[in-house]
Nanobody
Framework: VQLVESGGGLVQPGGSLKLSCAVS????????VAWFRQAPGKEREMVSC???????TYSDSVKGRFTVSRDNGESRVYLQMNSLKPEDTAVYYC????????????????WGRGTQVTVSS
């Protein structure tokens, strides 16, 4: 099983980025996929999740700015990030689980290595 994030980079405040998570080695349609982020000195936190039934959830800090989507045919999950703020700066990870009620880091069996997002002028 392999999850590979891409699309991170340096962006100015108010800008946008679209992250992609390419999944291989499992049937994505049976998994929920979440995006987590971890800033220096902080704990890893979930920012968004999309269920196997295509139902999205968002943390309060990104609601209205981020949009998660999935393409099971392409075995990819995306995170569109708009109106980015300096506090969004972190390493962003995608993770997959068969657990339909997973909310914690420990609930996710499969992880990518992360992609850096830096929001700065």
């Amino acid at each position: 099983v392999q999850l590979v994030e891409s699309g991170g980079g340096l962006v100015q405040p108010g800008g946008s980025l679209k992250l992609s998570c390419a999944v291989s080695g499992l049937f994505l349609e049976f998994y929920a996929v979440a995006w987590f982020r971890q800033a220096p000195g902080k704990e890893r936190e979930m920012v968004s999740c999309i269920s196997k039934n295509d139902e999205p959830t968002y943390s309060d800090s990104v609601k209205g700015r981020f949009t998660v989507s999935r393409d099971n045919g392409e075995s990819r999950v995306y995170l569109q990030m708009n109106s980015l703020k300096p506090e969004d700066t972190a390493v962003y990870y995608c993770a997959a689980t068969k657990d339909p009620v997973a909310t914690e880091v420990g609930d996710y069996e499969h992880w990518g290595r992360g992609t850096q997002v830096t929001v700065s002028s």
